[in-house]
């Protein structure tokens, strides 16, 4: 069964700080990918995705993620992160079109913490 | 925002009673999802429907039953609460025009003493 790995569980940033979130999934075939973000009390809302092409993908708020085929990773990226990104960031893959249902597999979720 | 509520949004219940949660999305979306989120553990899916009266379990579906019998409407059953079913319950729906990506409902928070 696929599985998705986020090593990092909680990770705290001084506001302009680099991030990089860790992803990586086990299935070898085709997939897309996803991250969402969950906001204190909120439900959980996508930020960026990848289907093919440009192995780079930009998403909402300034956050990019890049799709590494021969890592089997998918890490999240921000170069200056703010109080508000404070939330907990789930990675999540998708094996291609089941043709049933297109279930996601997700990963157990960072928490990122932001300090001013 | 996706046309997504879910009902009731808090519960508390007791041991060994039966809660149904339900799901409603106004997107005319054919799949539709029920997760568990826990610490720790991430969402872990339960049940989902990838059409009216078509449903299938996911990885966690012990002690949980679905039905769908209108596009707008999924019902989770626990049939008989324990306290290990507290957690935040979450719907999602995705469609083919949606590319796989699911949209989620608001939760429902659930506390079975």
């Known amino acids: 069964a696929q599985s998705v790995s986020q090593h990092n569980h909680h990770v705290i940033l001084s506001e302009a700080a680099s991030l990089e979130l860790g992803c990586n999934y086990s299935y070898g075939g085709t997939v897309n990918l996803f991250w969402y973000v969950q906001y204190p009390g909120q439900h959980l809302q996508l930020l960026l995705k990848y289907f093919s092409g440009d192995p780079l993908v930009k998403g909402i708020k300034g956050f990019e993620a890049e799709f590494i085929k021969s890592k089997f990773s998918f890490n999240l990226r921000k170069p200056s992160v703010q109080w508000s990104d404070t939330a907990e960031y789930f990675c999540a893959v998708r094996e291609g079109w089941t043709g049933t249902a297109s279930k996601l597999t997700f990963g157990t979720g960072t928490r990122l913490q932001v300090t001013l | 925002d996706a046309g997504i509520t879910q009902s009731p949004r808090h519960k508390v219940t007791e041991t060994g009673t039966p809660v149904t949660l339900r799901c409603h999305q106004t997107?005319?979306?054919?799949?539709m999802y029920w997760y568990r989120q826990d610490p720790g553990h991430g969402l872990r899916l339960i049940h989902y429907?990838?059409?009216?009266?078509?449903?299938d379990k996911g990885e966690v579906s012990d002690g949980y039953s679905v039905s769908r019998s209108k596009t707008e409407d999924f019902l989770l059953t626990l049939e008989s609460a324990t306290s290990s079913q507290t957690s935040v319950y979450f719907c999602?729906?995705?469609?083919?025009?949606?590319?796989?990506?699911?949209?989620f409902g608001p939760g429902t928070r659930l506390t079975v003493l």
């Open positions: 999602a729906i995705s469609d083919f025009l949606t590319g796989g990506e699911q949209f």
């Open positions: 997107e005319n979306h054919r799949y």
């Open positions: 429907s990838y059409g009216v009266k078509d449903t």
